[in-house]
């Protein structure tokens, strides 16, 4: 189960790597929804925070249903939002496919009886997931990418401002940024929960 968590954000990465390397493959339209879709994810990483503390909170479980359907129903009607002034439909299922993954984590963080110890292990993933992040953002900004499968006509054809910001003006850069994040996060997270249940079933041998 840890392994099968960690699929997700590895899919995600394979496909900012082939937008990235062959967009004649995808078509260049992908490549600015490669840009939004690293842009999305903050506000994924933002409400898997919560979901964590509701899901392995404390009180009745229909009660924590409830306000996990709340939480959620709140974020995809702000993303609704954004889709709906961007004429940008497709961001509706990118979300979902996404907080897919973050829900796949949560779940799979259940490590122990004590959902105190479980809540830890899903609060721990998500403090990984951010610093994860920021990390691969400042990388995109700060290296020199290569262009790739993303050519000149290609960028052109996006219909990105070429003299906007950083990942507008090249693209490139945020599918390179995506490809590092989602790999690192899916790599990073899996060792996470091996360190934490090895060392909890030491723990309980221990006791033994």
């Known amino acids: 189960m840890i392994l099968l968590a960690a699929l997700p954000d590895l899919l995600t990465a394979a496909g900012f790597l082939l937008i990235w390397m062959r967009p004649d493959l995808t078509g260049p339209g992908w490549v600015g929804t490669g840009v939004a879709t690293l842009l999305m994810e903050f ?3 933002h409400s898997s925070g919560f979901y964590a503390v509701i899901y392995y909170g404390d009180g009745p479980r229909r009660k ?3 306000m996990l359907m709340g939480l959620a129903s709140l974020y995809l009607l702000l993303l609704c939002g954004f889709a709906a002034g961007l004429h940008a439909w497709w961001m509706v299922g ?5 907080s897919f993954g973050k829900a796949l984590s949560l779940w799979t963080a259940k ?3 004590d959902a105190g110890v479980s809540q830890g292990i899903a609060i721990g ?3 990984l997931s951010v610093a994860v992040y920021l990390f691969a953002v400042a990388l995109s900004a700060m290296l020199v990418w290569p262009r790739l499968g993303v050519t ?8 990105l401002d070429p003299d906007g910001g950083v990942w507008e003006a090249q693209p490139w850069a945020a599918l390179a940024g995506g490809a590092v994040y989602f790999s690192l996060l899916g790599l990073l997270r899996t060792l996470l929960r ?5 060392k909890m079933g030491a723990g309980q041998a221990a006791a033994v």
């Open 43 to 45: 506000l994924v990483v």
């Open 64 to 66: 924590r249903a409830l």
């Open 94 to 98: 990118a979300f979902f496919w996404l």
């Open 111 to 113: 490590g122990s009886p």
């Open 125 to 127: 993933a998500w403090a």
């Open 152 to 159: 000149p006509a290609v960028q052109a054809a996006t219909g």
């Open 194 to 198: 091996l360190v934490v249940r090895r």
